[in-house]
């Protein structure tokens, strides 16, 4: 909004524009379209209706604050996407006290005791979101993985590279989702431990435009 925009419907979801910055140039805003970007409405499978909050979520994360970096140069006009895991947005994007929070409102909306920690409201309010997460995107027929299918998966990719004698270095953090960590299969083993490049990183040159003043 310092850099001009004028706002958007005023919710918690509202869809930002994109900033664009060439070198040595001020920033630049850029609105969606309303039809680009597909909203996600929240449903529960035990009601059929909202249990959650107001958006279960948009179809592809995109990342734009990396650069993508080749033989040293950087490319911070590189940006790219996976498809969504539901638990980036059942249990970070959604539950994440810094972010949307609400894992308090889910644990009123299903009647939780949330009067003490030893309850665990917190970690069924976190299973219920996931749950109405992965309900709303197959109600809306909009692809998404789960957490357990993710992780066999990978782990089969794993055992292809290495039986090709190449290692595979995944940030742990990024593989062992943020919900029943243990129940997944990629917790129970160790990776290596590496930095290959072409990569996608954070660098210095990516974030220099970002940390500059409005216009400057």
Sequence with gaps: MALGWPGGRGTQFDVLPLV????????????LPGDAVLEVPPRHPATGGSRTSACAGTRVPAISNLCLEIGGVCYPAAPFNGWYMGTEIGAR??????RYDQLP???????????GERSLWRDRALVELNLAVLHSFDAAGVTIA?????SRRFLTHLAKEERAGRITPPDRSWIVPPISGSAAAVFHRYYDDADLRPNHVRH?????PAAAAPGE
């Design 146 to 150: 789960d957490h357990h299918t993710e």
């Design 105 to 115: 409102v889910v644990a009123r909306l299903h009647g939780l005791d949330t009067s």
């Design 20 to 31: 664009v910055q060439a070198p040595g140039a001020p920033p630049r805003l850029f609105d």
């Design 204 to 208: 210095r040159q990516a974030r220099a």
């Design 93 to 98: 994007n959604l539950a994440d006290g810094y």
